[in-house]
């Protein structure tokens, strides 16, 4: 079945150690999406490419960085995690801006914890 | 821009009875709507959506939601809920000619099914 995979499911780092999370997709869709979403909270946009287009929300620290080598692919890097950046990590695609023709698609998440 | 409110952070019902989740958006312009559910430590998966048509919208596992234009309003509804219904139901937003504005969030409702 097409989706979108994330892997890992979780990930535990170490404070100030760099780790990165990915995010592959079998849908062949141009937007790919990397939200935050701390406990209990909605889901926080990061940044979104349209193909190799990148979009970084203004409010997105510099600590938080991603990479798009393919149209199946997209990682998002933390240089430096800190205690703040525990949360539930989530990619998401769709074909086209038009998020209503076509939707969203999510994958399982990346639950990231700091110690 | 596009604002999203769940009414309602939490919600408790009792198995078999009746439940409505509420979502009010402001938007100038006309918007698409969804439905969005989140088990525990899963990603989103969408329930339903309001396009265009018909106000009553009707999504999976025996949800559905109508689209109120003059309330602004969007609310989602099941006649008799499930343990398995236990989970968080986000209300996103969305223009339809979204251009490079990705998907809008409310903060969540949590639906907990009491046996």
């Known amino acids: 079945d097409a989706m979108v995979i994330q892997n890992p499911r979780y990930q535990v780092t170490q404070f100030g150690k760099p780790v990165t999370l990915s995010c592959s997709q079998t849908?062949?869709?141009?937007?790919m999406y990397w939200y935050q979403q701390k406990s209990s909270q909605a889901p926080k946009l990061l940044f979104h490419?349209?193909?190799?287009?990148?979009?970084n929300e203004a409010d997105t620290p510099d600590n938080f960085q991603s990479r798009r080598p393919n149209t199946s692919f997209c990682f998002l890097d933390i240089r430096s995690p800190g205690l703040g950046d525990a949360a539930m990590y989530l990619c998401?695609?769709?074909?086209?801006?038009?998020?209503?023709?076509?939707?969203?698609?999510f994958g399982s998440g990346t639950r990231l914890t700091v110690v | 821009a596009q604002s999203v409110t769940q009414l309602d952070s939490q919600v408790p019902v009792f198995e078999e009875a009746p439940v409505e989740l509420r979502c009010n958006y402001s938007?100038?312009?006309?918007?698409?709507l969804f439905w969005y559910v989140q088990y525990p430590n899963q990603g989103l998966q969408l329930l339903l959506k309001?396009?265009?048509?018909?106000?009553l919208v009707k999504g999976i596992n025996g949800f559905e939601a109508e689209f109120n234009k003059s309330q602004t309003s969007f609310h989602l509804r099941k006649p008799s809920v499930h343990i398995s219904d236990t989970a968080e139901y986000f209300c996103?937003?969305?223009?339809?000619?979204?251009?490079?504005?990705?998907?809008?969030f409310g903060k969540g409702t949590r639906l907990s099914v009491i046996a």
């Open positions: 849908l062949n869709h141009n937007v």
């Open positions: 996103a937003v969305s223009p339809p000619n979204s251009g490079n504005t990705p998907l809008v």
């Open positions: 938007s100038s312009v006309s918007v698409y």
């Open positions: 309001y396009l265009s048509g018909s106000t």
């Open positions: 998401a695609t769709s074909r086209d801006w038009a998020a209503g023709d076509y939707g969203y698609t």
């Open positions: 490419y349209y193909d190799k287009d990148f979009n």
